[in-house]
T-cell receptor
Framework: EAGVAQSPRYKIIEKRQSVAFWCNPI?????LYWYQQILGQGPKLLIQ????????DSQLPKDRFSAERLKGVDSTLKIQPAKLEDSAVYLC????????????FGQGTRLTVV | SQQGEEDPQALSIQEGENATMNCSYK?????LQWYRQNSGRGLVHLIL?????REKHSGRLRVTLDTSKKSSSLLITASRAADTASYFC??????????FGTGTRLKVLA
């Protein structure tokens, strides 16, 4: 089966600019996650979708970050305006969302804010 | 905040030796999973242990879970250079929320 697809792989922007990341999860996976991973740290959950509804966005900085999942499939994560501390790898993952399921991760988007 | 705390933060061993890393967490879980991350890549699932299990094996991997102490350990036996990576534990709640620990950076020297 095809894995989780993310694009772009790399992005360099100036502070105060906006940026968007795209994710296509594994077909049939109900649950989709966006994580932020700062160098040397573990992934931090930003937002969790179940189908096209938000389950948890408690750690999403809503003044600058937004995310949507259209028709319960693809998802986009946007940052506007970006800050230097947003430099990180943004990982998308999906899971079946039932039973004892594993999460499948994309390769991530490495964002550098200068 | 991160759910799990792992130790050691970094571990360096010789090829053929065993590597043990530990994870502690704070709240009740549905299951606990371990993932590997090679430099600059996404995370890959290694093994899952349910909250009612105490030990699980998969190839060279052995994971234990002690829910009374809210802790888990991952043992990699007969390590290889290819095992060099960062290892993360992830606790999974009933809402299928995966919360990752701080990670252990393992380096296996040939």
């Amino acid at each position: 089966e095809a894995g989780v697809a993310q694009s772009p792989r790399y992005k360099i922007i100036e502070k105060r600019q906006s940026v968007a990341f795209w994710c296509n999860p594994i077909s049939g996976h109900a649950t989709l996650y966006w994580y932020q991973q700062i160098l040397g740290q573990g992934p931090k959950l930003l937002i969790q979708f179940q189908n096209n509804g938000v389950v948890d966005d408690s750690q999403l900085p809503k003044d600058r970050f937004s995310a949507e999942r259209l028709k319960g499939v693809d998802s986009t994560l946007k940052i506007q305006p970006a800050k230097l501390e947003d430099s990180a790898v943004y990982l998308c993952a999906s899971s079946r969302g039932q039973g004892a399921a594993e999460a499948f991760f994309g390769q991530g988007t490495r964002l550098t804010v200068v | 905040s991160q759910q799990g705390e792992e130790d050691p933060q970094a571990l360096s061993i010789q090829e053929g030796e065993n590597a043990t890393m530990n994870c502690s967490y704070k709240t009740s879980i549905n299951n606990l999973q371990w993932y590997r991350q090679n430099s600059g890549r996404g995370l890959v699932h290694l093994i899952l242990i349910r909250s009612n299990e105490r030990e699980k094996h998969s190839g060279r991997l052995r994971v234990t879970l002690d829910t009374s102490k809210k802790s888990s350990s991952l043992l990699i036996t007969a390590s290889r250079a290819a095992d060099t990576a960062s290892y993360f534990c992830a606790t999974v709640s009933g809402t299928y929320k995966y919360i990752f620990g701080t990670g252990t950076r393992l380096k296996v020297l040939a």
